[in-house]
């Protein structure tokens, strides 16, 4: 990760810890510059998200992984995945984190060859994608091909990791409200 990478996830912490707040936009969450394509600011968006996830699993503070965690997954379900999120949570997090597989499935759902260009950089980081990425990809669209892709929306509460039912209606009943 690149020095000012890791500050800016540590400013983002200390801001959370005092204000228990986290940025709001895509532009906030990524380096406050406007890119040329917005697929670019976008993925430094997803990028921080997903660096953050981390950065508060590792320093043990439950209540900011659990708030980056649900920005994350609601930037998923609006957008689409990119790749250097992909690449770094494949990296970083536990296998059998609920959040890869929610690259996963939004990659499936959303996925267009023509997605990936030069000027979006996305071409470039295909052949970098983790192979557990493509075997998982593979997988899900083996079952796509067999059930069909899903008509319903993507539930966040599949990707938040309750413990049991029982706080998976609790949680399902507050999404809903929202």
């Not at 965690?69 to 059998?96: C, M, Q, W």
Request: include cysteine; aromatic fraction near 8%; charge should be negative.
């Amino acid at each position: 990760m690149h020095p000012s990478a890791n500050k800016a996830i540590v400013s983002i912490f200390v801001d959370w810890v005092y204000t228990q707040t986290l940025p709001k936009t895509d532009l906030e969450w990524s380096d406050g510059k406007r890119e040329d394509h917005l697929t670019q600011m976008e993925g430094k968006a997803q990028l921080a998200r997903t660096k953050a996830l981390i950065f508060g699993d590792r320093v043990l503070s439950p209540a900011f992984y659990e708030a980056t965690r649900d920005s994350l997954i609601n930037h998923l379900i609006k957008k689409s995945t990119l790749y250097e999120a992909v690449i770094h949570g494949f990296a970083h997090l536990p296998k059998d984190h609920a959040i890869l597989d929610l690259f996963v499935e939004k990659h499936c759902r959303d996925y267009e060859d023509a997605d990936d260009t030069v000027e979006n950089g996305e071409l470039v980081l295909r052949s970098s994608l983790p192979h557990d990425f493509l075997m998982r990809v593979m997988i899900r669209y083996s079952r796509f091909k067999k059930e069909g892709v899903p008509q319903n929306d993507v539930n966040p509460c599949d990707y938040h990791g309750h413990a049991n039912e029982e706080e998976k209606k609790q949680c399902q009943a507050e999404v809903d409200k929202d």
